[in-house]
Structures are given as structure tokens and as C-alpha cells.
DNA sequence: TATAAATAACTGACCAGTCAGATATTTATG
DNA sequence: CATAAATATCTGACTGGTCAGTTATTTATA
């Protein structure tokens, strides 16, 4: 294999690595998954994955930050600039379907699932990192737009857990059956009526006269 | 060990066995679980494990067929005597949050999902059987609902998949966080607010009026 | 040629499934 | 009723194979 001498080639195969580490812990599990296999999928043999990363956990973990940390700032952005509640769903559930559909989430979804307790420190990191920053950030926007009397809802922390459910319910069908074409489901069709079915459900009685589409 | 020599014995031990695989298949995951440990918390020995299971993935078969069959019966029973679909949602949502709540539900769902595609026949199996029954039950419900005019949505079987999210979303948590005293959730709280945004988008604008608490 | 990167053979630990023998229970017989 | 033979259940040491991580050696390149 050709070498990698400077910074930014190290990065490269990091990278390189780290896709095909994504690809046999979706496909094995990562308890299952052969460090030996990730290496050579990626073109380099097992000794050198173990020049780029300290263990197959590390590599994990670092898999883990390097997909999620950029969804993070975008679901930050459409908290703090929706102008209105029922606005930010349409935008949230919006990026959920582009999430689904185009994004690893899905598979790193599974992934996480299936070996959660193997790792409780990681697990735990991610709930209070990323889980309930996104639960927070849309309870705060429903929160503020109930005390407006802009929606009707319960708790708004729990009605946020509603609104992200489709995406895990999505995420793992398609992560789980998405190969198969008897399974195909049109996810732009179910979150826009996910995002219906929530502008409907919380809008105010007034509003409700000049109905949507 | 005392021995079983009658059918019923025989049976209790399998029982027995079924429910030490679960407790190991979900804090270990399905690859990383040992069936001596299995056994071991059955208070039988490894071998005679496997007197009665030919092997970890039979186990594991019949685990799945065991929790899962006696569930599928109720959820064809909602949906045969509801009066309407309204009245359906919110028996359905009231037994999704009895089955997260107290059953082996979630414990199941997480295994399933992270061994999923060491299994591709059982899984397939397992979504045509089980998850396409379910959804097709309550797609029904809401397609006959949409006909006599008394609910509006889009498509009734895409609908139907924003109805079960919820529980995927909550048993999923359960069953990763649920250890955790920070991380409960107020279940009936969540699916008491599930079904009424359901309702409440769902209904249509004359039933709107006499709103419901 | 010096040195950093890459390799592949190696080690030690682990585990599913097997099987020969041990033991609990039932049944036949005096 | 006693006990020995028969039978079915149970056990755990063993085998064959796997794999994470290490290291001695090779090789690219500055």
C-alpha cells in the first residue's frame, strides 16, 4: 500500500478507515465484526488499523462523533431560527426525512442499538449529548410557542419525544428492511404527514378555520 | 439438578431456559452471549441446553416466537371490535403503553435489531408476520374510518406507521436507558398525549367543536 | 540510507457444540 | 417391600475454530 506520509493523507485513511468500519458494524454487529475485515475493506492490512486507532472500541467511539456532531449544529440552527412552532416542525421533520433517507444515521442507529450495553459510558454520553440536546431543543420551541398560546399540547418535553419517534421508527426499517424492495416505504410522503398530523393535532382552534392543504 | 422426567417438567424447563436467554441475549446482545452463562442462570449445565434447543439460533427462534404470538392475537382483537378509529387509537395507544411498560417487548426489540442481519430469514419472517400484521390491522382501521368520513389523512397504511412509532421510540429507550433513574419517562403520560394529538389530528372539523378534554 | 509506514505471522483468550461418563428416577423381580 | 436392572436426564471437560491485539520484519520514500 501506498504510504501515508503527510497530515492530511493520515486524515484520508482515517476516514477511509472509519467508512469501512460503518459498513462491517452495520453488516456484523460490532461485537461480530472482524477488525481484520474493516482493514481490508478499507485496503490496509489489520497491524495498520491499529497504527490509526487504539482498539476496536476507540474506533468505534470515534465513528460514533464523527456522524453525529455535524447533525447536532444543524437541528441547533432550526431551533434558534423558526419563526414560529409549527414552522420549526415542518423544518425539523423536513431534515428528519433528509436524515433517513440520504444520511449513516440509519445504520449507525442499528448499530448503536444492538451493542448499547456493551459500551454503558459511550451510551450514556450519547442519551445526554446528543439524544436529549435534540429532545431539548425541540421541547424548548414547543414550550415557548404553548406559553405564546400559539399550540395546545401536554408536556412539551414529551410531545418532542413524538415528534422525533418516526425517525427512529423509519431509521430502523430502513436500516433493517431497507434492501428488500417489498419493503420500500416513501418516507417524504410519511413525514409529510407526520408534519401534518402535528400541525393539525396542536394548532389552535382559531387558526384551525383556515386549514392547511 | 433434579431431573424433569414429565412433559409438563419438561416444558417448565424450557420455560426456564427461554427466559435465561433473553435476560443474556439482551445484556450481552445475541453473538456476544454465552450459552453457558445462559444455562448457567437457567441452573442447568451447558449441555443439557442443548437437550432441548439444537442450537443458540433455534434458542433464539423460539424466543422470538414465544414473546411475540401471544401479543399479535390482541392487536387483531382491537382492531375487529372497535366501534370506530378514533376509539381504536386510543385502545391501541393504551396497549402499546402497557406492552413497553410491563412486558418483554422492549428487551425483545433490542436484540432483534441488533442481530438483525445474522438472521435475514427470521427477520424477513418476522416483518411479514408480525410488523406488516400489525401495521395492515391498523392501516385497515383508519383506510374504513377514512371511507365512512369520519377521520381525515393522507395515505391510511403510511398513517398507520406514525401510530406504532411511538412505541419503537419508547420501548427502544426503555430498554437502552431505562436502568437509569434520569432517564425514565412518563409512559402513560406519552402515549395519553400521543393519542390525542392523533385524535385531534385525525378528526374531522365538525367533531372539531365539541373538543375533547 | 535513515526512518516512518505497512505488513503478516504470531499469541493468548474465548466459545459453540459434542460426547463419554455420572447420577437421578422408574420399573421389574424375588 | 427391598433391591437390582434399565432408562433417561444431566454434566463438564474437550475439540476445533475464531479473533483482538502485538511485534518482528519488510518496504516505500524523503
Do not use: C
Amino acid at each position: 500500500m501506498k504510504r501515508a506520509r503527510t497530515e492530511e493523507a493520515k486524515d484520508a485513511r482515517r476516514q477511509v478507515l472509519l467508512d469501512a468500519a460503518l459498513d462491517e458494524f452495520f453488516e456484523r454487529g460490532f461485537t461480530a465484526a472482524r477488525t481484520h475485515d474493516i482493514a481490508e475493506r478499507a485496503g490496509l492490512s489489520k497491524g495498520t488499523l491499529y497504527l490509526y486507532f487504539d482498539s476496536k472500541e476507540a474506533l468505534f467511539s470515534e465513528l460514533i462523533e464523527s456522524l453525529t456532531s455535524p447533525n447536532l449544529a444543524r437541528i441547533d440552527e432550526i431551533a434558534a431560527t423558526s419563526p414560529s412552532a409549527l414552522d420549526a416542525i415542518d423544518r425539523f421533520t423536513g431534515f428528519a426525512s433528509h436524515l433517513v433517507r440520504t444520511s449513516d444515521l440509519p445504520r449507525l442507529m442499528k448499530v448503536l442499538i444492538g451493542d448499547s450495553q456493551h459500551f454503558p459510558e459511550t451510551m450514556k454520553r450519547y442519551r445526554e449529548e446528543v439524544l436529549e440536546r435534540v429532545l431539548g431543543a425541540i421541547g424548548s420551541v414547543l414550550e415557548a410557542a404553548k406559553s405564546r398560546g400559539e399550540i395546545v399540547v401536554g408536556d412539551p418535553h414529551l410531545t418532542a419525544r413524538l415528534v422525533i419517534a418516526p425517525v427512529l421508527f423509519s431509521g430502523i426499517w430502513q436500516a433493517m428492511f431497507g434492501a428488500d424492495p417489498k419493503a420500500q416505504v416513501d418516507l417524504e410522503a410519511l413525514f409529510g404527514e407526520h408534519a401534518r398530523l402535528l400541525r393539525r393535532g396542536m394548532e389552535t382552534a382559531d387558526v384551525r378555520d383556515g386549514d392547511h392543504a
